[in-house]
């Protein structure tokens, strides 16, 4: 089964800007894998923020956008705040049965 | 809008099969429009894709665990199903049932129960 990476921390300061990828291990992530973004906080079910790259739910805030970047997906934080620390998670669809996969998660902290 | 909430046993014991359920409201569950799916997360850890059904019946697994996995569908109650065979410590996790108008993707979510795995 494809493993998919994602860096397990990052910090960003109030209102900096920061980005966190997504990395297959059967090699550069595409359109075709529809990567989503999830925000999960603690206690809480995750919320979807983004579908299919870079489309945005209606609850999505502007401030978080979504890319393909260096042959690997990307969700870009632009002006932090602090009720944006969070666990984020990716997920990337595989075809030929191979179904989908979750990374393991990117600790955001904002300081 | 549509709400999803998962029921079923907390506390399963090895060997046996895991059942949950998922009321969906706000939407019916025989609609084109979505595929119904499950992921678990184990405490501390992270998420896990479990699987998906469309109305029709066409379901999509994990590989990882097909061989134990059954999703259903119930349209006269608008829930669907998850059944996990043979499971052991290892299934304990929290299991979240989802919308999403792919079979792989979520757009709404559950707010998940934890089932646990213990004699």
């Known amino acids: 089964q494809a493993v998919v990476t994602q860096e397990p921390s990052l910090t960003v300061s109030p209102g900096g800007t920061v980005t966190l990828t997504c990395g297959s291990s059967t090699g550069a992530v595409t359109s075709g894998h529809y990567p989503y973004w999830f925000q999960q906080k603690p206690g809480q079910a995750p919320r979807t923020l983004i579908y299919d790259t870079s489309n945005k739910h209606s609850w999505t805030p502007a401030r978080f956008s979504g890319s393909l970047l260096g042959g690997k997906a990307a969700l870009t934080l632009s002006g932090a705040q602090p009720e944006d620390e969070a666990e984020y998670y990716c997920?990337?669809?595989?075809?030929?049965?191979?179904?989908?996969?979750f990374g393991g998660g990117t600790k955001l902290t904002v300081l | 809008q549509l709400q999803l909430q998962e029921s079923g046993p907390g506390l399963v014991k090895p060997s046996e099969t895991l059942s949950l359920t998922c009321t969906v409201s706000?939407?019916?569950?025989?609609?084109?429009?979505?595929?119904w799916g499950w992921i678990r997360q184990p405490p501390g850890k992270g998420l896990e894709w479990i699987g998906s059904i469309y109305y029709s019946g066409s379901t999509y697994y994990n590989p990882s665990l097909k061989s134990r996995v059954t999703i259903s569908v119930d349209t006269s109650k608008n829930q669907f199903s998850l059944k996990l065979s043979s499971v052991t410590a290892a299934d304990t996790a929290v299991y979240y049932c989802a919308a999403s108008p792919v079979p792989i993707g979520v757009w709404n979510w559950g707010q998940g129960t934890l089932v646990t795995v213990s004699s």
């Open positions: 997920l990337l669809s595989y075809s030929g049965a191979r179904g989908g996969v």
């Open positions: 706000g939407g019916s569950i025989s609609s084109s429009s979505y595929y």
